[in-house]
Nanobody, 121 residues
Framework: QVQLVESGGGLVQAGGSLRLSCTGS????????MGWYRQAPGKQRELVAT???????NYADSVKGRFTISRDNAKNTTYLQMNSLKPEDTAVYYC???????????????WGQGTQVTVSI
């Protein structure tokens, strides 16, 4: 059994900061790509940022320069530092990861349960 558990969401005023965390637990041999997605009410889920196991990163244009994704491979954890938050960043943020459970096993894609981020004016 593998789980991704997010934390760090909440309510913040525009211009403020939040840091999200996502930790994988269970039988994990290696985590490849990890990423953050978000879904606002009435909208499709969209990519926010991703990181490879080597630390290469990719960001949505809307968050470049404000958000930073990082990871700690030893802790099976990825972080999303969100600065200069705007009301349009309000959404449920989901963690996503491609995980290999055993050395010879296949890679599966997992999602976390989501954490709410609300940015007030």
């Amino acid at each position: 059994q593998v789980q991704l558990v997010e934390s760090g969401g909440g309510l913040v005023q525009a211009g403020g900061s939040l840091r999200l965390s996502c930790t994988g637990s269970g039988t994990i041999f290696r985590i490849n790509n990890m990423g953050w997605y978000r879904q606002a009410p009435g909208k499709q889920r969209e990519l926010v940022a991703t990181t490879t196991s080597n630390g290469d990163t990719n960001y949505a244009d809307s968050v470049k320069g404000r958000f930073t994704i990082s990871r700690d491979n030893a802790k099976n954890t990825t972080y999303l530092q969100m600065n200069s938050l705007k009301p349009e960043d309000t959404a449920v943020y989901y963690c996503n990861a491609n995980i290999k459970r055993t050395r010879w096993g296949v890679i599966y894609n997992y999602w976390g349960q989501g954490t709410q981020v609300t940015v007030s004016i």
